[in-house]
Protein backbone atom coordinates (compact mmCIF):
# COMPACT_ATOMS: atom_id res chain seq x y z
CA UNK A 1 0.00 0.00 0.00
CA UNK A 2 1.50 3.63 -1.10
CA UNK A 3 1.93 6.30 1.78
CA UNK A 4 0.75 9.89 0.61
CA UNK A 5 2.55 12.34 1.87
CA UNK A 6 1.19 15.86 2.64
CA UNK A 7 -1.36 17.87 4.35
CA UNK A 8 -5.03 17.40 4.84
CA UNK A 9 -6.88 20.67 3.95
CA UNK A 10 -8.17 20.58 7.72
CA UNK A 11 -4.17 20.87 9.05
CA UNK A 12 -3.77 23.52 6.57
CA UNK A 13 -7.01 25.24 8.34
CA UNK A 14 -5.66 25.01 12.07
CA UNK A 15 -2.84 26.22 11.09
CA UNK A 16 -4.12 29.58 9.38
CA UNK A 17 -6.57 30.22 12.31
CA UNK A 18 -3.57 29.65 14.93
CA UNK A 19 -1.65 32.35 13.05
CA UNK A 20 -4.47 34.66 12.71
CA UNK A 21 -4.91 34.67 16.34
CA UNK A 22 -1.03 35.09 17.09
CA UNK A 23 -0.96 37.50 14.72
CA UNK A 24 -4.22 39.72 16.31
CA UNK A 25 -2.98 39.29 20.10
CA UNK A 26 0.70 40.85 18.70
CA UNK A 27 -0.96 43.93 16.37
CA UNK A 28 -3.07 44.54 19.91
CA UNK A 29 -0.01 44.86 21.33
CA UNK A 30 1.97 46.91 18.83
CA UNK A 31 -1.38 49.68 18.60
CA UNK A 32 -0.80 49.88 22.68
CA UNK A 33 2.68 50.44 22.06
CA UNK A 34 2.48 52.97 19.39
CA UNK A 35 0.64 54.75 21.55
CA UNK A 36 2.68 54.92 25.19
CA UNK A 37 4.93 56.11 22.82
CA UNK A 38 3.59 59.12 21.35
CA UNK A 39 2.24 60.11 24.59
CA UNK A 40 5.38 59.62 26.22
CA UNK A 41 7.01 61.66 22.83
CA UNK A 42 4.48 64.50 23.90
CA UNK A 43 4.80 64.98 27.05
CA UNK A 44 8.42 65.63 26.51
CA UNK A 45 8.27 68.09 23.88
CA UNK A 46 5.60 69.58 25.98
CA UNK A 47 8.08 69.50 28.71
CA UNK A 48 10.87 71.12 27.11
CA UNK A 49 8.65 74.34 26.17
CA UNK A 50 8.08 74.89 29.74
CA UNK A 51 11.85 74.86 30.10
CA UNK A 52 12.33 76.91 26.94
CA UNK A 53 10.14 79.32 28.35
CA UNK A 54 11.44 79.88 31.82
CA UNK A 55 14.97 80.01 29.95
CA UNK A 56 14.20 82.56 27.80
CA UNK A 57 12.47 84.58 30.39
CA UNK A 58 15.54 84.81 32.56
CA UNK A 59 18.11 84.82 30.01
CA UNK A 60 16.15 87.96 28.14
CA UNK A 61 14.55 89.38 31.01
CA UNK A 62 10.47 90.02 29.59
CA UNK A 63 7.77 87.66 30.43
CA UNK A 64 7.48 84.59 28.67
CA UNK A 65 4.37 82.38 28.03
CA UNK A 66 3.39 78.93 27.08
CA UNK A 67 -0.05 79.05 25.70
CA UNK A 68 -2.21 76.23 24.96
CA UNK A 69 -4.68 75.53 22.22
CA UNK A 70 -7.16 72.40 22.69
CA UNK A 71 -9.27 73.25 19.61
CA UNK A 72 -5.74 73.13 17.32
CA UNK A 73 -3.70 70.42 19.72
CA UNK A 74 -1.08 73.25 19.51
CA UNK A 75 1.43 74.75 22.13
CA UNK A 76 2.94 77.62 21.56
CA UNK A 77 5.85 79.45 23.53
CA UNK A 78 5.44 83.38 23.01
CA UNK A 79 7.68 86.47 24.29
CA UNK A 80 5.99 89.55 23.41
CA UNK A 81 4.92 89.32 19.75
CA UNK A 82 7.76 86.97 18.96
CA UNK A 83 6.59 82.57 19.01
CA UNK A 84 9.38 81.35 20.30
CA UNK A 85 8.21 77.59 19.44
CA UNK A 86 4.90 75.79 18.11
CA UNK A 87 4.34 72.12 18.87
CA UNK A 88 1.55 70.98 16.76
CA UNK A 89 0.82 68.01 19.13
CA UNK A 90 -1.97 66.67 17.40
CA UNK A 91 -0.59 66.65 13.98
CA UNK A 92 3.00 65.46 14.76
CA UNK A 93 2.02 63.20 17.96
CA UNK A 94 -1.68 62.32 17.30
CA UNK A 95 -2.39 63.66 20.84
CA UNK A 96 -5.33 65.22 22.00
CA UNK A 97 -4.91 67.20 25.27
CA UNK A 98 -7.00 68.90 27.83
CA UNK A 99 -5.32 72.18 30.00
CA UNK A 100 -7.03 73.60 33.54
CA UNK A 101 -5.73 76.98 31.88
CA UNK A 102 -5.31 78.44 28.45
CA UNK A 103 -1.80 79.21 29.62
CA UNK A 104 1.31 79.73 32.30
CA UNK A 105 3.91 82.54 32.26
CA UNK A 106 7.16 82.99 33.77
CA UNK A 107 8.42 85.98 35.41
CA UNK A 108 12.04 87.39 34.61
CA UNK A 109 13.49 85.87 38.00
CA UNK A 110 11.92 82.00 36.60
CA UNK A 111 9.12 81.96 38.89
CA UNK A 112 5.68 81.22 37.01
CA UNK A 113 3.12 83.61 37.39
CA UNK A 114 -0.57 83.09 38.26
CA UNK A 115 -2.18 82.28 41.19
CA UNK A 116 -2.95 78.23 40.36
CA UNK A 117 -1.75 75.30 39.13
CA UNK A 118 -1.71 74.00 35.53
CA UNK A 119 -2.90 70.53 34.46
CA UNK A 120 -2.50 69.59 31.34
CA UNK A 121 -3.49 65.99 30.49
CA UNK A 122 -2.20 64.11 27.24
CA UNK A 123 -3.88 61.54 25.81
CA UNK A 124 -4.29 58.94 22.88
CA UNK A 125 -6.37 55.71 22.56
CA UNK A 126 -6.11 54.03 26.39
CA UNK A 127 -2.80 55.78 27.09
CA UNK A 128 -2.42 59.31 28.95
CA UNK A 129 -0.26 61.17 30.83
CA UNK A 130 -0.54 64.08 33.04
CA UNK A 131 1.71 66.92 33.37
CA UNK A 132 1.37 69.31 36.59
CA UNK A 133 3.00 73.11 36.64
CA UNK A 134 3.06 74.32 40.02
CA UNK A 135 1.82 78.10 40.46
CA UNK A 136 5.73 78.66 40.78
CA UNK A 137 6.46 77.27 37.44
CA UNK A 138 7.85 73.63 38.75
CA UNK A 139 7.05 71.02 35.92
CA UNK A 140 6.08 67.48 37.09
Same mark, same amino acid.
Given at each position: @??? #? ?18 ? *???? /? =???? @? ?9 ? +??? #? ?6 ? !? ?10 ? +??? !? ?8 ? =? ?12 ? =? ?5 ? /?? *? @??? %?? *?? %? =???? *? ?17 ? +? ?5
Amino acid at each position: @MRR #KCGFTVIDQLVTIVLLALVL *SIAL /R =GVGV @MRDTLAVQAAA +RAV #KDAFALAR !EHAGASGQRTAV +RFS !EAQGRVTVHA =GADSLAQLALARTH =GVTFTAT /RD *S @MSY %LP *SG %L =GFGA *SNLSLVLSRGTRVDTITVS +RLGRVR
